[in-house]
């Protein structure tokens, strides 16, 4: 039970199609294609780099939370990702501290992994998910 590595660094971004475009052609990086996670309303693109990726979030039908952000902000960087490789356990173990959760329980995001996002009051106003993969 514990913190493995910084899964994915994700960024809140209007045009999802010119953001792609950006990260692709003008830095290079590869592009590993879109999800649409609908339990989070969100459309996500992912670029991996060595030991992280970089994730660009979009509203999934003009809707949730990342709509509300963008409405509110333009964009911008929006929550890090650690991975785990005990979900419940660290939820269990942070919820001891006193940290709080954004949901009761854990949800199935992008790439069929478990995820649960620490409020960001709990870490100093930075939005931290948590996530483990269900493929291993
Ligand atoms: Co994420």
Redesign the pocket.
Known sequence: MMITGLD?I?IAVPDLEKAISRFMEDFGLAFNGKEDVKSAKTS?AFFPLDKTQI?L?HPLNGEGPIQKYIEKKGGGMH?L?FRSDNIEEDIERLTAKGYQFLSDAPTI??HNCK?IFIHPKSCDGVLI?L?QSMDH
């Open positions: 994915h994700a996500t994730e979030v929550h990702c995001g992008a995820v998910e996530n």
